[in-house]
């Protein structure tokens, strides 16, 4: 499978804990975004990557939040101290740089439910 | 800021039967992409077909076609011969040509096939 890998897809954890997700992007792939899904509602932005830069960060981001590509190939969001409201589908998605860059992939999800 | 809005929540359709679902957007760029994407229920968000908006001819990949009005930025996807398999959300979603970064979702359209 050569499509946009996410890990874990399910994720439960108890309010207060700490949660990290890894995406690993298609392999040519420079750009990396991730976005968050509650139910009902269309994906919605969080922040994106060129290689191991971070370009972009939404004001959904909280500084509970943290998202890292270190080498410029996967990429973690990390969240501290959970709340509740956290709870959604986070979707990693990738793309090619240059003149196909605005086509994006996306991969499984990963689905946390915070009790 | 740009928005963009699907103003159907729900559809239904006969299989082998054609439906239409609607997407208008907002935007003071005159260089942009359209894209719909699909997501079948517990599934990956899957690229449906993608539109240049400096290209004046509708884009179609097979069964699926757009309908794309720029003045009235409107853009509508087309879905012929329904198979049970179009069951799915549909999300209409739009980016920047010169500055390819987010994707802006529209709330998404859950359509129904019915046999």
């Known amino acids: 499978d050569t499509g946009v890998s996410q890990d874990p897809r399910h994720k439960i954890t108890k309010r207060g804990q700490n949660v990290t997700f890894r995406c690993d992007p298609i392999s040519e792939h420079n750009r990396l975004y991730w976005y968050r899904q509650t139910l009902g509602q269309g994906p919605e932005f969080l922040t994106y990557?060129?290689?191991?830069?971070?370009?972009?960060k939404s004001r959904l981001l909280s500084n509970r939040f943290s998202a890292e590509r270190p080498k410029g190939s996967f990429s973690t969001l990390e969240i501290q101290r959970t709340e509740q409201g956290d709870s959604a589908m986070y979707l990693c998605?990738?793309?090619?740089?240059?003149?196909?860059?605005?086509?994006?992939?996306f991969g499984p999800g990963t689905r946390l439910l915070v009790l | 800021a740009q928005t963009v809005t699907q103003s159907q929540p729900e559809m239904s359709v006969q299989e082998a039967e054609t439906v239409t679902l609607s997407c208008t957007y907002d935007t003071s760029e005159s260089n942009y992409y359209l894209f719909w994407y699909k997501q079948p229920p517990s599934r990956q968000m899957i690229l449906v077909i993608r539109?240049?908006?400096?290209?004046?001819q509708n884009a179609t990949e097979n069964r699926f076609s757009v309908n794309f009005q720029k003045a009235a930025k409107s853009f509508s996807l087309k879905i012929s011969d329904s198979q049970l398999g179009d069951t799915a959300m549909y999300f209409c979603?739009?980016?920047?040509?010169?500055?390819?970064?987010?994707?802006?979702f529209g709330t998404g359209t859950r359509l129904q096939v019915f046999p």
């Open positions: 979603a739009f980016t920047h040509a010169v500055n390819t970064d987010k994707l802006i």
């Open positions: 998605a990738s793309s090619l740089p240059g003149r196909y860059s605005e086509t994006q992939y």
């Open positions: 539109q240049e908006a400096y290209k004046q």
């Open positions: 990557f060129q290689n191991e830069a971070q370009l972009e």
